[in-house]
């Protein structure tokens, strides 16, 4: 018989793979606690995929939701994170596959702003506006450069564990970031 925690911040310190056994063995509260350690990190790589916080939220709910039923499945061969990064970068990906927007046509995208810099609201529609183009500039690139992109310049993770939870090698993610970063730097070459 497992024994439950009795709140979520007492297990705050079992390290994922526990709390995964446990979760696996029915325990909601040590799945509780996973999900409370690892909700934002998968809502910041959703979002960057998606670009919209409301989808963000629903694939990151329907990833938690996909390994509290698969978690008898989960082999502990990689870290738990890793693995909700694969379901998390699955599940955005078929919201992608839906929802296919038609590409922006390059005549749309605004000119950087022009005027005062002393002037606060010009420098913070000018930021806004280079955040959207940038948001744009993402949804260019192609699946593997955002999600590796994404993976490693907001999620910090070291290129190793982006080739395992993208199931490519090192020099797959470095080819793929290196093209990104090229094609970010070329669509943002009117914000420098």
Do not use: K
């Not at 922006?104 to 005027?115: H, K």
């Not at 005062?116 to 500039?137: F, I, V, W, Y």
């Amino acid at each position: 018989m497992i024994q439950r925690i009795a709140s979520p911040q007492l297990g705050c310190d079992l390290p994922d793979g526990l709390l995964a056994v446990r979760a696996a063995e029915g325990d909601e509260d040590s799945f509780a606690v996973l999900v409370q350690r690892h909700n934002r990190s998968l809502l910041a790589l959703a979002r960057g995929m998606l670009g919209n916080p409301q989808d963000a939220e629903e694939a990151v709910q329907d990833a938690f939701v996909s390994a509290w039923r698969r978690l008898p499945e989960y082999r502990h061969s990689a870290e738990f994170s890793t693995w909700m990064y694969r379901i998390t970068i699955n599940r955005c990906l078929t919201m992608r596959r839906r929802r296919r927007p038609p590409p922006v046509p390059l005549d749309t995208v605004a000119e950087p702003a022009t005027g005062d810099a002393r002037s606060q609201p010009a420098r913070s529609a000018e930021q806004d506006a280079a955040t959207e183009a940038l948001s744009r500039a993402l949804a260019e690139l192609d699946d593997g450069q955002r999600i590796c992109w994404i993976l490693r310049e907001l999620q910090g993770l070291p290129y190793n564990e982006i080739a395992h939870v993208t199931r490519t090698s090192e020099q797959t993610v470095r080819g793929r970031l290196f093209r990104a970063r090229r094609s970010l730097q070329e669509a943002m070459g009117p914000w420098r």
